[in-house]
């Protein structure tokens, strides 16, 4: 069968494409300008060193994940997924004026507690998109919507962190109107999704999170090809957070770049991410190809060895701006390893999204991928805390991109202990090519 996106541009898919690209692009907008208010313009609060308070609004962003998922994925189970989108992107509205405040006083308070709310918002939100396309969807269009949905998330994201910069020059009317903005919008599209009708309304909602996380978790993981899909993206997450957690600073010591240089470099890892899940979902060819995750996480291993060996002694000298470091032809075997490492986290990531939707039964369909949500923030925080640790020990970054490809060699072969479908299916992607 031949894979097309011909569904993209239709009710029920354009329109939650669209509210979940908005959202994406609001909650890294506003974490974005909140995090260069503090390192750059002074924002503080109760006598805070700014890294101290940049970390505990990283900290503010990812808490919800702990605390709300196992409600989130209920919701989605006991209520029309299509209205509780819209009243997600209304409480987003209200949200944005709480921080548009924060922004005119100059409150961190207010702002961090926009923040927190916003890891609410996307809480409850990330359950929803993902176990409602096989509700919007046919069988044989799956993999093509996760590999957009996929394409459109890191490139909201590579967005919103781009604007959330900028916009800070232009003080509070411009931070206030572009995250309010981004807000109606993303209620307007919400508006124009279809219904998508409870699969489970009977289910009951309970105070008692921490209690129905770990229920949700044990439940989850009792499921063999949940929980295979479960730790494949959750290691897909940690790499991806220590890659872009360590970026900035990777390319001031090792590549020895400036502002600009960090900012392509960031560009290039999600435009590939976004290129790849797009090229995987073409390959699939409307098939559900668990081979094509091996291709991913090769890829991954290969081009994460060739950027880390490619950078590992630290620079010294003045910084290179842009058009300085693209004239340097050795630069370029960079720039190629980091697109490639993304494209090839599109392979690995998109096939696992794919299988987590159809693996899970249609009652606990979003319950599985809250169940998801919880595990990877384990992994994000495992990931923090072990970098952390890496370089105590080595004080290099690319010693640590050295480490995370060689585990991901590890990572992958526990991996298919979990899941041996993927080496039992390791070459049909190509009997249909």
């Known amino acids: 069968m031949k894979a097309d ?9 354009f329109p939650l494409f669209g509210t979940q690209f908005l959202g994406a692009l609001n909650d890294n907008l ?19 060193p700014p890294e101290q308070l940049v970390n505990l609004a990283a900290g503010l962003f990812i808490l919800p994940y702990f605390l709300f998922s196992a409600t ?32 005119f006083l100059k409150s961190a308070p207010l702002l961090l507690s926009a923040l927190f709310l916003m890891g609410v918002h996307s809480t409850f939100f990330g359950p929803l998109k993902y176990s409602v396309l096989p509700q919007y969807l046919n069988r044989h269009e799956l993999v093509g919507g996760n590999g957009l949905i996929e394409m459109g998330t890191f490139l909201a ?25 981004v807000a109606l919008l993303g209620y307007l599209s919400s508006r124009a999704m279809p219904k998508a009708p409870a699969p489970a309304p009977q289910i009951k909602l309970s105070a008692n999170v921490a209690k129905d996380s770990v229920t949700l978790v044990r439940e989850a993981w009792a499921m063999r090809d949940v929980r295979a899909a479960i730790l494949g993206i959750s290691w897909f997450w940690l790499m991806g957070s220590v890659y872009t957690t360590q970026l900035p600073t990777f390319t001031r010591l090792h590549l020895g770049g400036d502002a600009s240089v960090y900012t392509l470099m960031l560009a290039l890892f999600s ?24 291709v991913g996480s090769a890829g991954m291993t290969v081009f994460g060895l060739d950027l880390a060996l490619s950078s590992m002694e630290h620079y010294h000298g003045k910084l290179f701006t842009l058009a300085e470091y693209m004239l340097q032809p050795g630069h370029w075997r960079v720039i ?40 990877n923030g384990f992994y994000m925080v495992g990931a923090a805390i072990a970098s952390a640790v890496a370089l105590m020990l080595y004080d290099s970054i690319a010693v640590l991109f050295l480490g ?12 298919l202990k979990a899941g041996p479908a993927i080496w039992q299916r390791r070459f049909a992607w190509l009997q249909r090519a």
């Open 5 to 13: 996106f011909s569904f993209f541009t239709t009710r029920r898919f």
């Open 30 to 48: 506003l974490k974005t300008a909140i995090v260069v208010l503090i390192s750059f313009h002074g924002l503080g609060a109760t006598g805070m």
């Open 72 to 103: 989130a994925g209920k919701v989605s189970e006991k209520f029309d997924k299509a209205q509780v989108a819209r009243v997600i992107k209304l409480v987003e509205i209200g949200i944005m004026l709480i921080a548009g405040t924060g922004f």
């Open 157 to 181: 994201i590579l967005i919103g962190q781009i604007i959330g910069s900028l916009i800070t020059g232009g003080g509070p009317w411009a931070m206030a109107g572009a995250t309010l903005l």
């Open 271 to 294: 435009i590939g991410i976004g290129l790849g899940s797009v090229v995987c979902a073409k390959l699939s060819r409307g098939e559900l190809q668990l081979g094509l995750v091996l």
């Open 336 to 375: 190629v390893s980091i697109t490639m490492l993304g494209f090839f986290g599109g392979f690995f990531t998109v096939p696992l999204y794919t299988w987590l939707q159809t693996a899970s039964p249609e009652e606990f369909r979003s319950q599985a991928v809250a169940a998801n949500n919880i595990i």
């Open 404 to 415: 995370v490809a060689v585990l991901n060699v590890l990572a992958t072969l526990h991996l």
